[in-house]
C-alpha cells in the first residue's frame, strides 16, 4: 500500500459528462426558478426501474469469527480496535489491496480483500460494532480533488471511520493516505448517508463503464435511501444526459444546484444542456454562476482560510471563513477556526460570538475536544469564557 499515489486515497463521488447532448425539447425554467422535482418521475418511476437494496454491513460468518478471536484476547475496546485495525494494515491478516473504484458492501470486501475507501470503512464499521465497539461513518471535510477516467473527470472525497471509547477517547480509522492535518475536520454522517453513497459509486462506476441504464437504476436506488446529497442529483442527472433524457436531466440538475449552489459539475452540465436546446440566455447564466462558484463553495473558502493563517495572514484567513460560515452555516469547524483566528488577532469580542455558535453544534466527543482548545486559547487571551452550556475543556 505504500507505493500507491495519494490520489487513491479517496472516494469516488461526482461525475462530469463532456460529451454533448442532443437538441431535444425539454421543459424551460428562468434562471431562477427552483422547480419541484418530480421524484416518481425521476426515480421511482424512472424507464429502468430501482437497483435491489444492499445491507452494506452484513459480515459474514469467517469475519465474525476473527472479531470473535479478538474480543476473547483484548478485554479493553482499546485494545480490541487496535486489534481490528491491524489487519487491515500490509501484512495484516486481511492482506487487503486497495482499488480505486471498487465499492464493495462489507461481506463482498471481505471475500474480494479488496475495496475503495469506503468499502474499507463498511467492513471496518461491521467488524468494530460487532466487537462491541461505537464505530461511525466520518466525512472528510477536504478540498476536492479531480480525476479523469475515460469520457468523464471524476471528482474524489474522503470517508473513514470515527468512534468514541470509554475515558472520553476518540479513534479516527483512515484507509486513505491523509496527513494530520487532513485528519483533523469532519463530520459524522449516518448509515443511511454512507449507504446511499454506496449506491452513488456502485452508479458511477457503471456509467464509466457506458452501462447507462444500470447506473440509473444505482443512483435512483441511493436517492430513495437519502434525497438530500446534491451530487446524486447531478449523476442521475449527467447519466439521463447520456441516455438522450433532456426533460429528466434538467430537472436533476435543477436539484443538484438547489442542495448544492456552488456544484461546479451541474452548473456546466446545465451550460451544455441550454446550449444543446439552443437557450443561450439559460446557458450564459449557468455558465457565469459556474466561473464563481470557486468563490461561493464553501470548502475552498475553508482551505484557502486554513492556508492563509499558516502563512500568518489571519486578516485574509477571516475574510474566507467569514464567506464559509455564510455559504454553510451548519460547519461546527467553520466557526470554530473562525473563533480560533479572532484569538490570533487579539479579537475577544468575534472568538466568543463565533465559540457560542461552534458549541450548539456539537454532536461528537471529538467536536467536544476540539471545541475545548479553542475555549483554553480564548481563555489565555481574555481570562474569560463565553457563556455556553458545554464545559471549557
Known amino acids: 500500500?505504500?507505493?500507491?499515489?495519494?490520489?487513491?486515497?479517496?472516494?469516488?463521488?461526482?461525475?462530469?459528462?463532456?460529451?454533448?447532448?442532443?437538441?431535444?425539447?425539454?421543459?424551460?425554467?428562468?434562471?431562477?426558478?427552483?422547480?419541484?422535482?418530480?421524484?416518481?418521475?425521476?426515480?421511482?418511476?424512472?424507464?429502468?426501474?430501482?437497483?435491489?437494496?444492499?445491507?452494506?454491513?452484513?459480515?459474514?460468518?469467517?469475519?465474525?469469527?476473527?472479531?470473535?478471536?479478538?474480543?476473547?484476547?483484548?478485554?479493553?475496546?482499546?485494545?480490541?480496535?487496535?486489534?481490528?485495525?491491524?489487519?487491515?494494515?500490509?501484512?495484516?491478516?486481511?492482506?487487503?489491496?486497495?482499488?480505486?473504484?471498487?465499492?464493495?458492501?462489507?461481506?463482498?470486501?471481505?471475500?474480494?480483500?479488496?475495496?475503495?475507501?469506503?468499502?474499507?470503512?463498511?467492513?471496518?464499521?461491521?467488524?468494530?460494532?460487532?466487537?462491541?465497539?461505537?464505530?461511525?461513518?466520518?466525512?472528510?471535510?477536504?478540498?476536492?480533488?479531480?480525476?479523469?477516467?475515460?469520457?468523464?473527470?471524476?471528482?474524489?472525497?474522503?470517508?473513514?471511520?470515527?468512534?468514541?471509547?470509554?475515558?472520553?477517547?476518540?479513534y479516527f480509522a483512515d484507509f486513505g493516505f491523509l496527513d494530520e492535518t487532513e485528519r483533523n475536520f469532519g463530520r459524522v454522517i449516518s448509515d443511511s448517508r454512507a449507504r446511499a453513497q454506496h449506491f452513488n459509486n456502485l452508479g458511477a462506476r457503471e456509467l464509466v463503464a457506458g452501462n447507462v441504464a444500470a447506473a440509473i437504476r444505482l443512483f435512483a436506488r441511493g436517492l430513495t435511501i437519502d434525497t438530500g446529497i446534491g451530487y446524486l442529483w447531478t449523476n442521475l442527472g449527467t447519466a439521463y444526459l447520456r441516455d438522450g433524457d433532456p426533460r429528466r436531466a434538467e430537472l436533476a440538475l435543477r436539484e443538484a444546484v438547489r442542495i448544492t449552489p456552488w456544484d461546479v459539475t451541474a452548473l456546466n452540465q446545465l451550460t451544455r444542456l441550454y446550449q444543446s436546446l439552443g437557450r443561450e440566455e439559460l446557458a450564459a447564466y449557468f455558465r457565469q454562476r459556474s466561473e464563481s462558484a470557486r468563490q461561493q463553495n464553501p470548502y475552498l473558502q475553508f482551505a484557502w482560510a486554513i492556508e492563509s493563517r499558516d502563512q500568518g495572514d489571519s486578516a485574509a484567513a477571516i475574510r474566507y471563513l467569514r464567506r464559509a460560515v455564510a455559504s454553510s452555516p451548519d460547519e461546527i469547524y467553520f466557526w470554530l477556526e473562525l473563533g480560533k483566528t479572532y484569538v490570533l488577532m487579539h479579537d475577544a469580542k468575534g472568538a466568543k460570538a463565533a465559540l457560542i455558535q461552534a458549541e450548539s453544534m456539537i454532536e461528537t466527543a471529538e467536536q467536544q475536544a476540539a471545541f475545548g482548545a479553542a475555549i483554553d486559547e480564548l481563555l489565555r487571551l481574555t481570562g474569560t469564557v463565553p457563556e455556553t452550556g458545554a464545559p471549557a475543556s
Request: glycine fraction near 8%; aromatic fraction near 8%.
Open 1 to 170: 500500500m505504500a507505493g500507491m499515489t495519494r490520489r487513491l486515497a479517496w472516494l469516488c463521488t461526482l461525475l462530469l459528462l463532456d460529451a454533448c447532448t442532443a437538441a431535444i425539447p425539454a421543459p424551460v425554467y428562468g434562471p431562477h426558478d427552483s422547480p419541484q422535482v418530480a421524484f416518481a418521475e425521476l426515480v421511482e418511476d424512472n424507464p429502468y426501474g430501482i437497483a435491489a437494496d444492499q445491507d452494506v454491513l452484513r459480515l459474514p460468518a469467517a469475519a465474525a469469527q476473527l472479531v470473535d478471536d479478538v474480543k476473547r484476547k483484548k478485554r479493553s475496546r482499546q485494545q480490541r480496535v487496535k486489534a481490528i485495525g491491524a489487519m487491515f494494515i500490509q501484512g495484516g491478516v486481511l492482506g487487503m489491496q486497495y482499488e480505486t473504484m471498487q465499492t464493495g458492501t462489507a461481506a463482498q470486501t471481505f471475500e474480494l480483500r479488496s475495496g475503495n475507501c469506503l468499502a474499507y470503512t463498511h467492513l471496518f464499521i461491521a467488524m468494530a460494532r460487532h466487537a462491541g465497539i461505537d464505530a461511525r461513518y466520518r466525512e472528510v471535510l477536504g478540498v476536492p480533488q479531480w480525476d479523469s477516467v475515460g469520457d468523464y473527470v471524476m471528482l474524489n472525497r474522503h470517508i473513514a471511520a470515527y468512534g468514541e471509547l470509554s475515558g472520553g477517547d476518540t
